[in-house]
């Protein structure tokens, strides 16, 4: 199947051919991938899938779409998912990718990991709200 390849080091959105296998994700989002997270930042049922340690790691950029409220530092891959699911190739083009992409460089984009990891997401349970 296809999938979309973005690459925050040489800022370049590409197609790229992989196999539905855990291990052709990890390869080409790369940088010591080993696990990810799914971001749904499209009108479509493409799924952005990113590194979930990348602000752990030696970050070399990020990106951010115009249609997403928060970055993404490191690596991404875009896939399509069916009805059933599974993993298939995206609906959007590289093109549209490339016209909606905001590139954050390495000072930006580890600016925004240090911000983030200072101020660790809350965690509030229902018990402890008012309704």
């Not at 051919?17 to 991938?33: K, P, V």
């Not at 609906?91 to 600016?111: C, G, K, P, Q």
Request: with cysteine.
């Amino acid at each position: 199947m296809n999938a979309i390849k973005i690459d925050v080091v040489n800022q370049k959105v590409s197609q790229v051919s992989i196999s539905d296998e855990l291990d052709d994700i990890y390869a080409q989002i790369s940088n010591g991938c080993t696990t990810f997270t799914c971001v749904y930042g499209l009108d479509t049922a493409d799924v952005i899938y990113a590194d979930d340690e990348a602000m752990l790691k030696e970050i070399q950029g990020g990106f951010m779409l115009r249609s997403m409220k928060y970055p993404i530092v490191g690596n991404a891959l875009i896939l399509g998912t069916n009805l059933e699911g599974e993993s298939v190739s995206p609906e959007v083009s590289v093109e549209f990718i490339e016209n909606n992409m905001i590139w954050l460089d390495r000072s930006t984009a580890e600016d925004w990991a240090s911000e983030v990891l200072s101020n660790p997401i809350q965690i509030i349970e229902l018990n402890d709200l008012r309704l």
